[in-house]
């Protein structure tokens, strides 16, 4: 199947665009991608087109402020931090989009980047039944989201993969190695690259951490 362009629309009223990336296997779990800052979410293509080949639903959102969704592509540059926060209602809209099709909360995860990824682990602590969350280049505190409070607050069955650039990107290997010093989960996983960029960059730099990615979400659901 084609990339199925989407409009959501959140419990603030704000407009989001999603490409949806259909698994053949009408019950199969789901994935919901989220970009970091600047981007936009054709920056997940990839991903999504591996996570689909191994049947799971996915869907790639803009956040608000970016790409295709309101106020972007550029509104995000004028965005208070409460602004930003506020985009944690886009997680429930992509979330709910899943949902509606009765795919329950514990069979959906989710995967973010940067600012995404901390937004992935506020959904996952706020919503137990979500078990697994992937967080590339997550930060300690991006706009007031602040991940190590969190991170406390996951339950032993919650787990997280969590990636970050190493050298040229100190503050997100920094803040990987101080989350996972909370891990509560056997299944929980921590990769620091070489000099491999922020984000969905890393993808660029070490293509076969998609594959790592893919193959712990097949493990876990």
């Not at 049947?55 to 592509?73: K, M, N, T, V």
């Not at 992509?94 to 989710?110: E, G, H, M, Y």
């Not at 973010?112 to 967080?135: D, M, R, T, Y």
């Not at 190590?148 to 990636?163: C, I, S």
Request: hydrophobic share 40%.
């Amino acid at each position: 199947m084609k990339i199925q362009r989407v409009k959501l629309v959140t419990e603030d009223n704000v407009e989001i665009i999603g490409n949806y990336f259909p698994s053949k296997i009408k019950n199969s779990p789901a994935v919901v991608l989220l970009h970091m800052m600047p981007a936009a979410k054709e920056s997940w293509n990839d991903l999504a087109e591996k996570l689909k080949m191994a049947e799971f639903h996915c869907l790639a959102i803009d956040l608000r402020g970016h790409g295709e969704s309101q106020g972007g592509p550029d509104g995000f540059k004028n965005f208070s931090d409460e602004d930003h926060q506020s985009s944690i209602n886009d997680v429930k809209a992509a979330v709910n989009f899943f949902t509606n099709q009765d795919i329950p909360l514990k069979r959906i995860s989710l995967v973010g980047a940067s600012i995404g990824a901390n937004l992935c682990l506020q959904f996952q602590v706020e919503h137990p039944e979500i078990k697994a969350v992937v967080l590339l280049s997550p930060g300690l505190d991006y706009k007031g989201i602040a991940t190590e409070r969190l991170a406390k607050q996951l339950k032993g069955d919650q787990a997280f993969f969590m990636a970050a650039g190493g050298e040229n990107d100190a503050y997100s290997s920094e803040t990987v190695s101080k989350l996972f010093a909370l891990s509560k989960n056997q299944d929980n996983r921590m990769k620091i690259l070489k000099n491999a960029g922020h984000g969905t960059t890393m993808f660029k730099e070490e293509p076969a951490l998609m594959g790592e990615i893919v193959e712990w979400l097949k493990k876990l659901y």
